[in-house]
């Protein structure tokens, strides 16, 4: 007589526990990848707003001619009403006020309709332009907080020959006599995270700074 062997498989309540544990894994994996994609995309959003202050910057001090006007500046100009988008632009209205070779047009302000628009740069992926900041012997921003005051709607930040120092203009105001000397922008998701620009007084452009300002 042949001796009975018991084969004895998994019940039905081992396999939802597998089950169970199975799921709670894959959601963690891809719960940790996501934020680490949302985050990362934060931060190539902040290096690309930083390389088109850049590109302003060489543009600027390169004299490239467009529509016609030599020697004009190139900048950002960043509108809190619009944070979604900032634009690319010469500064080329108005035109020069002297005939000298070095002249200059602009007034290192965006006026629409007036100066060239070189491009529109839109920033998705939910990633917004949350605050302004811009130095003037004190820091002021679009919102109150940690102690800066606030009314920082607009900001432009200008590129021209001879000199790498960047020409700032807050509110559609450019002042030669207490000129604003350093700008900081955040960029913020909708995740809740934040990475900041920084442009000091001269020249040096610096992205996923540690705060701003």
């Not at 070189?118 to 679009?142: E, H, P």
């Not at 920084?198 to 705060?211: E, F, H, K, L, Y």
Request: charge should be negative.
């Amino acid at each position: 007589m042949e001796p009975i062997h018991s084969h004895r498989g998994f019940t039905l309540v081992e396999l939802l526990v597998v089950l169970a544990i199975m799921v709670t894994i894959m959601s963690i994996i891809f719960t940790s990848q996501g934020s680490f994609n949302k985050t990362f995309i934060l931060t190539n959003t902040a290096y690309d707003v930083a390389l088109s202050l850049r590109n302003a910057e060489t543009f600027g001090l390169g004299s490239r001619a467009v529509s016609g006007a030599v020697n004009a500046g190139y900048g950002l100009h960043f509108q809190n009403t619009i944070p979604g988008s900032f634009l690319f632009f010469a500064d080329t209205s108005p035109g020069p006020s002297c005939t000298t070779p070095d002249c200059k047009p602009g007034d290192n302000v965006y006026t629409a309709g007036a100066d060239a628009l070189v491009q529109t740069y839109a920033l998705g992926n939910s990633i917004t332009l949350k605050d302004f900041c811009a130095y003037n012997g004190t820091w002021t921003c679009t919102y109150a907080h940690d102690g800066y005051s606030a009314g920082v709607s607009v900001l432009d930040i200008v590129f021209a020959r001879p000199n790498p120092d960047p020409f700032i203009s807050v509110n559609g105001l450019y002042s030669a006599s207490f000129p604003v000397t350093a700008a900081c922008l955040t960029l913020f998701s909708q995740q809740g995270a934040s990475r900041y620009i920084s442009v000091s007084s001269s020249g040096q452009i610096t992205a996923n700074t540690a705060s701003c300002p």
